[in-house]
């Protein structure tokens, strides 16, 4: 575990405040969950994901949706590519998601392009796609993406693949 320096004082609430640095680059937001571990005297925080906890689940769901229309399929939570399947699963999984996809996921909104596009799926990363990304809605709030991904060309089995799984997924979680 890598040292930051920083050294913070507990409150009489029993709280700490974490640098805005340290958010910053963790891509913790306001509001967010953090998950508490404790290993003897140490005290770890980690980002809180409903997402992990369906890794086997969506694993499970890339594959059976690559089999089925051939294309690139990817799952995220809130930060990374927690999931897929295809040749392009190796170049984007476990990274983190690009602003632009998180743009997406905080206006809850479905987009398609059924032509070649440029993207950027990981930040600095531009590269040409015909895509679907939909939304992962748990309670209102989008908590990751459903990404089908093709260096051809997408259509209306695609745009309702995706818009299942999302929904899929969104419902397993609620329950």
């Not at 290993?39 to 949706?65: G, P």
Request: glycine share 6%; proline share 1%; with cysteine.
């Amino acid at each position: 575990m890598k040292s930051t320096g920083v050294v913070r004082r507990v409150d009489d609430l029993g709280r700490i405040v974490i640098p805005k640095e340290i958010r910053r680059t963790l891509r913790i937001r306001d509001g967010e969950s953090l998950e508490i571990f404790v290993d003897r005297e140490m005290i770890a925080l980690k980002k809180f994901s409903k997402m992990s906890d369906m890794n086997e689940v969506s694993k499970q769901l890339v594959d059976i949706v690559n089999s089925v229309i051939g294309q690139n399929v990817f799952i995220t939570d809130r930060d990374n590519f927690i999931a897929g399947s295809g040749s392009l699963r190796k170049e984007y999984l476990n990274k983190s998601i690009s602003k632009f996809l998180e743009s997406i996921m905080k206006e809850r909104r479905t987009v398609v392009r059924q032509d070649l596009h440029n993207i950027e799926l990981i930040d600095g990363e531009i590269e040409k796609y015909a895509y679907v990304i939909c939304p992962v809605i748990m309670n209102g709030d989008a908590i990751g993406l459903v990404l089908i991904v093709s260096s051809q060309s997408v259509g209306q089995i695609e745009e309702k693949m995706a818009d299942v799984v999302s929904k899929f997924l969104g419902k397993h979680i609620e329950e």
